[in-house]
């Protein structure tokens, strides 16, 4: 399609392919429809001229005019003969209603007809480009040309009125961006201009700025008009473009006072323009402040190789950048649009790359080369200045790209931020979350990454950058765009409680109601790789119902002294569906002050959890589940065996207070398994789930007077149990004096026997 536009005009007035037309005569004309001379279908409008002099034709009203609207106007021209000095004129009236009323003026184009031969030239299409006045609710088309002999005449075919195709807040009008008309929102300080038959664009009509230069060197091509800017915004603009021959072309601003004096300039980093293809080129800048700049001139510059050289320009934009609301980046840093921002690469180089996704921002990205397979990382090298105590979020769009569309390709992104002090001084690194990874067989697979992180107390900077990562070499580049900076909630929280023995995970990321976010999975990963689905209150996040508010976990089996990481999986009913996900970054589990004491704990009932010293590292047996069989006639015995017996021992721990003995003893009364847990080096390897059989206990003093205990248990290891949390070990006597359900000691009474159930219940 020529123009973006649906045309406005039936086909009685635009095409004529029933063999009809709709259209008045003018004086000296008389009008009908010829077959054999078209553009489009088997038909066009004939003009014929009754006596010498200029032939006329006007549409009947039409409708469906929006004041305000711009639109664009075209009927081509076709010339039985090459008289010189026809001219064309092309003329919009505008009415205050859709039938009757009163004119509100005109908008209108004049055109000398040109051609060595009769017949439908490109040069001979007449174009109005106008914007609808004030009021105007319809309008008639008039096409007149003048200069014809008696009997001789003139075709139209394929008539179009529609809604000009402005880009949003494109500063330039439809002709200054398209050329469609004339070339009056154009100057060259060098070469010749002209309104030139292109179409690099889709939707901006059938015309671009052609520039012939005079000779070889740089041709200056600039907006005829001053634009208007305002000090510290920032701008950018595009034009796309095409080179006979491989060449460089430079975008600059040239900034000038109210008096039109230059006080400023910003040329971008040259393009290189290749033979024969259309390019957009651009530039990305602040308006200067403190030098009184108040207008901007737009120079695109070609470098010719010679005279003669024909440059071609078309859908021309100018406008304040659209950067991300509250994104403390530059709109240049936010999408790389027409300045390569400064980053500094680990086994990388950075380019700027020209293009369109759909979910990327503008018409260039941040193109990033690995120097080998592996990870790329890479950070912004501005210093961004932060709040402490504030939480920023950074996000990127970032694709891969893989040389061969058929094969799956592992591909990992991330994003972080670093914090620097007031000096500059890198503060503190950035411990960032885990790679986002997928799978996915397709050349380009692009990937959204956000991390959010609260600026410590000590910093003054950050430092934003991200990673991307595959082993494989068939992905060959990435690149990146919508890098954002910007304060926000934190995604998830993670906190350490050496005293309760537990990492508690907030989740605050709600994510879009939907059939693939309506079950959650939440599992811890340690070093060595496992996993292990996340105990809820009352449930596993195991395939739960979404709650579609913030999840809060509190994880008491985190091994102690590792390093371990959550995952949050949204995904359907089943789990087929993956929708959302959020990976965490690496954490520090619990640890005990004193190796010689270990965690006893309950599971499902996290309040009943407490230490408790070891007396004697544990020794372990194995039971033997085979047998031998003498037979008959034989020397030796037959062996029938089966998978040995798991690990059973004898524990035997200390404790020192009654309140920590009358815990130890409610956490056993329940005859449930439980988890011991020990400091890495002390003979327990990760977590260890025991089935307690039977106790003996006996106080430490001969005669009882003196507070403390050893306790003997037989234990049978046993898998991690199933189910969830009841209670919790943070409940405090603030949760109670909050609950509206006890405003009296009695009905605290009134609710629970024991004090245990108070702690596990609340």
């Given at each position: 399609?020529?123009?973006?536009?649906?045309?406005?005009?039936?086909?009685?007035?635009?095409?004529?392919?029933?063999?009809?037309?709709?259209?008045?005569?003018?004086?000296?004309?008389?009008?009908?429809?010829?077959?054999?001379?078209?553009?489009?279908?088997?038909?066009?409008?004939?003009?014929?001229?009754?006596?010498?002099?200029?032939?006329?034709?006007?549409?009947?009203?039409?409708?469906?005019?929006?004041?305000?609207?711009?639109?664009?106007?075209?009927?081509?021209?076709?010339?039985?003969?090459?008289?010189?000095?026809?001219?064309?004129?092309?003329?919009?009236?505008?009415?205050?209603?859709?039938?009757?009323?009163?004119?509100?003026?005109?908008?209108?184009?004049?055109?000398?007809?040109?051609?060595?031969?009769?017949?439908?030239?490109?040069?001979?299409?007449?174009?109005?480009?106008?914007?609808?006045?004030?009021?105007?609710?319809?309008?008639?088309?008039?096409?007149?040309?003048?200069?014809?002999?008696?009997?001789?005449?003139?075709?139209?075919?394929?008539?179009?009125?529609?809604?000009?195709?402005?880009?949003?807040?494109?500063?330039?009008?439809?002709?200054?961006?398209?050329?469609?008309?004339?070339?009056?929102?154009?100057?060259?300080?060098?070469?010749?201009?002209?309104?030139?038959?292109?179409?690099?664009?889709?939707?901006?009509?059938?015309?671009?700025?052609?520039?012939?230069?005079?000779?070889?060197?740089?041709?200056?091509?600039?907006?005829?008009?001053?634009?208007?800017?305002?000090?510290?915004?920032?701008?950018?603009?595009?034009?796309?473009?095409?080179?006979?021959?491989?060449?460089?072309?430079?975008?600059?601003?040239?900034?000038?006072?109210?008096?039109?004096?230059?006080?400023?300039?910003?040329?971008?980093?040259?393009?290189?323009?290749?033979?024969?293809?259309?390019?957009?080129?651009?530039?990305?800048?602040?308006?200067?402040?403190?030098?009184?700049?108040?207008?901007?001139?737009?120079?695109?510059?070609?470098?010719?190789?010679?005279?003669?050289?024909?440059?071609?320009?078309?859908?021309?934009?100018?406008?304040?950048?659209?950067?991300?609301?509250?994104?403390?980046?530059?709109?240049?840093?936010?999408?790389?649009?027409?300045?390569?921002?400064?980053?500094?690469?680990?086994?990388?180089?950075?380019?700027?790359?020209?293009?369109?996704?759909?979910?990327?921002?503008?018409?260039?990205?941040?193109?990033?080369?690995p120097d080998a397979p592996g990870t790329v990382t890479a950070s912004l090298d501005r210093l961004v200045p932060v709040t402490p105590g504030t939480t920023y979020q950074v996000s990127a769009v970032l694709y891969r790209h893989?040389?061969?569309?058929?094969?799956?390709?592992?591909?990992?992104?991330?994003?972080?931020?670093?914090?620097?002090?007031?000096?500059?001084?890198?503060?503190?690194?950035?411990?960032?979350?885990?790679?986002?990874?997928?799978?996915?067989?397709?050349?380009?697979?692009?990937?959204?990454?956000?991390?959010?992180?609260?600026?410590?107390?000590?910093?003054?900077?950050?430092?934003?950058?991200?990673?991307?990562?595959?082993?494989?070499?068939?992905?060959?580049?990435?690149?990146?765009?919508?890098?954002?900076?910007?304060?926000?909630?934190?995604?998830?929280?993670?906190?350490?409680?050496?005293?309760?023995?537990?990492?508690?995970?907030?989740?605050?990321?709600?994510?879009?109601?939907?059939?693939?976010?309506?079950?959650?999975?939440?599992?811890?990963?340690?070093?060595?790789?496992?996993?292990?689905?996340?105990?809820?209150?009352?449930?596993?996040?195991?395939?739960?119902?979404?709650?579609?508010?913030?999840?809060?976990?509190?994880?008491?089996?985190?091994?102690?002294?590792?390093?371990?990481?959550?995952?949050?999986?949204?995904?359907?009913?089943?789990?087929?569906?993956?929708?959302?996900?959020?990976?965490?970054?690496?954490?520090?589990?619990?640890?005990?002050?004193?190796?010689?004491?270990?965690?006893?704990?309950?599971?499902?009932?996290?309040?009943?959890?407490?230490?408790?010293?070891?007396?004697?590292?544990?020794?372990?047996?194995?039971?033997?589940?085979?047998?031998?069989?003498?037979?008959?006639?034989?020397?030796?015995?037959?062996?029938?065996?089966?998978?040995?017996?798991?690990?059973?021992?004898?524990?035997?721990?200390?404790?020192?207070?009654?309140?920590?003995?009358?815990?130890?003893?409610?956490?056993?009364?329940a005859g449930t398994p439980a988890l011991v847990q020990v400091m890495p080096g002390y003979g327990i390897d990760g977590n260890l789930y025991v089935s307690v059989g039977d106790i003996d206990v006996e106080p430490l003093s001969?005669?009882?007077?003196?507070?403390?205990?050893?306790?003997?248990?037989?234990?049978?290891?046993?898998?991690?149990?199933?189910?969830?949390?009841?209670?919790?070990?943070?409940?405090?006597?603030?949760?109670?004096?909050?609950?509206?359900?006890?405003?009296?000691?009695?009905?605290?009474?009134?609710?629970?026997?024991?004090?245990?159930?108070?702690?596990?219940?609340?």
């Amino acid at each position: 399609m020529s123009y973006g536009n649906p045309n406005l005009l039936a086909a009685d007035t635009s095409t004529f392919e029933n063999y009809t037309h709709n259209w008045t005569a003018g004086s000296n004309t008389t009008l009908s429809v010829a077959t054999g001379q078209f553009i489009s279908g088997s038909y066009s409008l004939r003009f014929t001229a009754t006596a010498a002099g200029s032939i006329t034709g006007t549409t009947p009203r039409v409708t469906g005019v929006t004041a305000g609207l711009e639109y664009v106007v075209r009927s081509p021209i076709r010339r039985n003969t090459t008289t010189a000095g026809q001219v064309a004129t092309l003329t919009v009236t505008w009415y205050n209603a859709t039938s009757g009323g009163t004119s509100l003026g005109v908008s209108v184009s004049t055109l000398t007809l040109t051609g060595a031969a009769p017949g439908w030239f490109y040069y001979n299409h007449p174009v109005v480009v106008g914007t609808a006045p004030v009021g105007a609710l319809s309008c008639t088309i008039t096409l007149s040309v003048s200069g014809l002999a008696a009997a001789e005449y003139v075709n139209t075919d394929d008539v179009y009125f529609g809604a000009a195709q402005v880009r949003s807040n494109n500063v330039y009008g439809y002709n200054t961006a398209s050329i469609e008309q004339d070339t009056s929102g154009w100057k060259v300080d060098s070469g010749t201009m002209a309104r030139g038959n292109w179409n690099l664009s889709a939707g901006l009509g059938y015309y671009a700025l052609e520039v012939t230069s005079a000779a070889a060197g740089t041709q200056e091509i600039r907006t005829n008009s001053f634009i208007a800017i305002t000090p510290g915004k920032e701008y950018t603009s595009y034009a796309l473009v095409r080179s006979p021959s491989a060449t460089t072309w430079l975008c600059e601003f040239r900034w000038y006072d109210a008096g039109s004096n230059q006080v400023g300039t910003v040329t971008q980093t040259p393009y290189v323009v290749a033979a024969n293809t259309s390019t957009w080129v651009g530039v990305t800048a602040l308006a200067p402040t403190g030098v009184n700049a108040a207008q901007c001139k737009v120079f695109i510059r070609p470098m010719a190789t010679a005279a003669g050289q024909t440059f071609v320009l078309e859908d021309a934009q100018f406008y304040v950048s659209p950067n991300l609301a509250n994104n403390l980046l530059s709109y240049a840093e936010y999408s790389t649009e027409g300045v390569l921002p400064a980053w500094t690469l680990d086994n990388g180089t950075s380019s700027l790359y020209q293009v369109t996704s759909g979910i990327t921002d503008g018409l260039f990205a941040l193109k990033v080369t690995p120097d080998a397979p592996g990870t790329v990382t890479a950070s912004l090298d501005r210093l961004v200045p932060v709040t402490p105590g504030t939480t920023y979020q950074v996000s990127a769009v970032l694709y891969r790209h893989s040389t061969d569309a058929a094969q799956k390709v592992i591909s990992s992104v991330r994003t972080r931020i670093d914090w620097y002090d007031a000096a500059g001084i890198l503060y503190l690194a950035d411990n960032p979350d885990q790679f986002y990874s997928t799978e996915q067989a397709a050349d380009w697979y692009a990937q959204i990454n956000t991390e959010t992180r609260t600026c410590p107390v000590g910093a003054a900077y950050a430092k934003v950058g991200f990673e991307v990562n595959s082993g494989n070499p068939l992905v060959d580049c990435w690149f990146v765009d919508n890098v954002s900076l910007v304060q926000a909630t934190s995604e998830y929280t993670l906190e350490t409680s050496n005293e309760d023995g537990c990492v508690t995970l907030t989740v605050n990321f709600v994510p879009a109601v939907g059939s693939s976010n309506s079950n959650v999975t939440i599992r811890r990963m340690d070093e060595s790789g496992k996993a292990a689905s996340m105990r809820g209150y009352g449930r596993t996040w195991d395939l739960a119902p979404n709650p579609y508010s913030t999840i809060v976990v509190e994880d008491y089996e985190a091994p102690l002294g590792s390093r371990v990481w959550y995952s949050v999986q949204w995904s359907s009913s089943t789990g087929a569906t993956k929708g959302a996900r959020l990976l965490t970054q690496t954490v520090s589990a619990p640890v005990l002050a004193d190796g010689d004491y270990a965690w006893f704990k309950s599971p499902g009932v996290p309040a009943l959890n407490t230490t408790v010293m070891m007396e004697a590292p544990l020794k372990w047996s194995r039971a033997a589940r085979s047998a031998r069989y003498d037979i008959v006639g034989r020397k030796n015995p037959i062996h029938i065996s089966g998978a040995r017996a798991g690990r059973t021992s004898s524990i035997t721990v200390l404790i020192w207070d009654p309140e920590g003995n009358a815990l130890f003893d409610s956490l056993l009364d329940a005859g449930t398994p439980a988890l011991v847990q020990v400091m890495p080096g002390y003979g327990i390897d990760g977590n260890l789930y025991v089935s307690v059989g039977d106790i003996d206990v006996e106080p430490l003093s001969p005669d009882a007077r003196e507070d403390g205990w050893r306790w003997t248990l037989a234990i049978t290891e046993v898998d991690r149990p199933d189910g969830g949390l009841q209670g919790s070990a943070a409940n405090t006597w603030q949760d109670i004096l909050d609950n509206p359900a006890y405003t009296t000691w009695e009905d605290l009474f009134n609710a629970h026997e024991t004090w245990t159930s108070v702690l596990t219940e609340g």
